[in-house]
C-alpha cells in the first residue's frame, strides 16, 4: 500500500532544483532514530514525497519526489571526512540508513508553512505539531492530496 511523506532539507544544502538536476539522490545524514525506523520499516519503493525546504527565508514545500530504493545503509557515516561521519556505525554493525529518492515534480509556488497553517484540512498534521523537528514524517492520503490542490491552485 502506498504511502505519503514529507521530507525537509535545507535549500542551501540540497534544493528540490538540485534533485531535479540530479534525478535521484540517495537521503542521506539522517541521525534521528524515529527519522531513520520511518525509512528502514516503512519506506517503500512508490511512496510519494512532498519536499519540503527548511531553514530559509520562506518554509515550506516546494515539489513532489517519490521512493526509487528502499533503505541501506548510509555509508556516509563511515567516512571521517564527512559531516556525517558515525565511529560507532561499521559496514558490519551500520547505525544510520538511507533511501534513494527521484524527482517528480517542482511547484510553481511554495506552499509556505503560514499557508499549511491555515488551511484549516491540514490542522491535524505532524508539520504543524508543536515541537516537531522531524526531518522525515509521514502523511496521510489527504494532506497529501490537500497540498498537491494547494499548489495546483
Known amino acids: 500500500m502506498?504511502?505519503?511523506w514529507l521530507m525537509k532539507s535545507e535549500p542551501d544544502a540540497y534544493s528540490i532544483d538540485d534533485l531535479k538536476r540530479d534525478r535521484t539522490e540517495h537521503w542521506?545524514?539522517?541521525r534521528n532514530y524515529q527519522a531513520?525506523?520511518?525509512?528502514?520499516?516503512?519506506?517503500?519503493?512508490?511512496?510519494e514525497i512532498l519536499f519540503?525546504?527548511?531553514?530559509c527565508k520562506v518554509p515550506g514545500v516546494v515539489?513532489?519526489?517519490?521512493?526509487?530504493?528502499?533503505?541501506y545503509p548510509d555509508f556516509t557515516a563511515w567516512n571521517p571526512d564527512s559531516k556525517y561521519y558515525d565511529p560507532k556505525s561499521t559496514p558490519e554493525k551500520p547505525r544510520w540508513y538511507m533511501v534513494d529518492v527521484e524527482f517528480v515534480k517542482k511547484f510553481p509556488e511554495v506552499i509556505s508553512l503560514n499557508q499549511v497553517r491555515q488551511t484549516p484540512a491540514l490542522e491535524g498534521m505532524k508539520?504543524?505539531?508543536?515541537?516537531n523537528r522531524l526531518s522525515i514524517m509521514p502523511l496521510n492520503k489527504h494532506e497529501f492530496q490537500t497540498i498537491c490542490k494547494l499548489a495546483e491552485a
Open 36 to 47: 531513520r525506523n520511518f525509512m528502514m520499516k516503512d519506506m517503500k519503493t512508490g511512496d
Open 127 to 131: 508539520l504543524l505539531q508543536k515541537g
Open 2 to 4: 502506498k504511502q505519503y
Open 28 to 30: 542521506d545524514g539522517i
Open 52 to 55: 519540503y525546504h527548511s531553514s
Open 63 to 71: 515539489g513532489l519526489a517519490r521512493v526509487c530504493k528502499e533503505a
